[in-house]
């Protein structure tokens, strides 16, 4: 017979506490429970919703290049500018309980305004590459958690069968004090973000936290410009 069989037996046979010590013990043991739950859902639940994460996909920059800055707009050597729509992408990582993380690397990788990555498997793409566009860049947050990228407006590209993937930039956190994030952020009234498998693996109610509407730069930045504000919420490690 097993160890809880004995104690069983034994307290079947031996009722040696009162009906009132054994109610007042269960009422103990379930404020206890409760208690213990209470202080796991306190571990658990955050007061900043966590960024909802979302696949590396297969265009993740194959090798190294010289710029590594956050300006995506000028590529060391080159005078020209890049094609499509020049906007500011800032924003704030922070942890779960909205406190700032500095100094932690935000990265940033795209495809051109015209749909076009920077990876070998593009070979085949007859749209080609934008030799003023920097198609990945990376930025450390300051004492606030704020990053900032200049960039343009990624190009809409077909993803196969039909699917059109709408603008959309990666992006990957990494730092000492938290998990890896992978996400990507997308554009508000993009005509292809309802048909979009990728952004539907995330469950509906969390998808308008990668969705971002466009902002008026106002003095801060370039004219005729546009302003994406997007924060990112990273776990503990
Ligand atoms: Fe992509």
Redesign the pocket.
Known sequence: MSHRNDQTRVSLEKPVISRRQLLTASAIGLTSSFLWVACVRQADSFSCDLTPEQTE?P?YPADRQLDEDSDLTVVSGKLGRPKGQIIYLRGRVLDGHCRPIQGTQVEIWQ?SAEGRYNHPRESRNPISLDPNFQSWGRAITDHEGNYLFKTVIPGQYPAGRGWI?PS?I?MRVVGPTHRELTTQMYFAGDRYLDGDFVLQDVPREERHRLIVERQDPGSEFEPATGLYQFDLTVRPT
């Open positions: 996909g265009f495809a993937r959309h990666h």
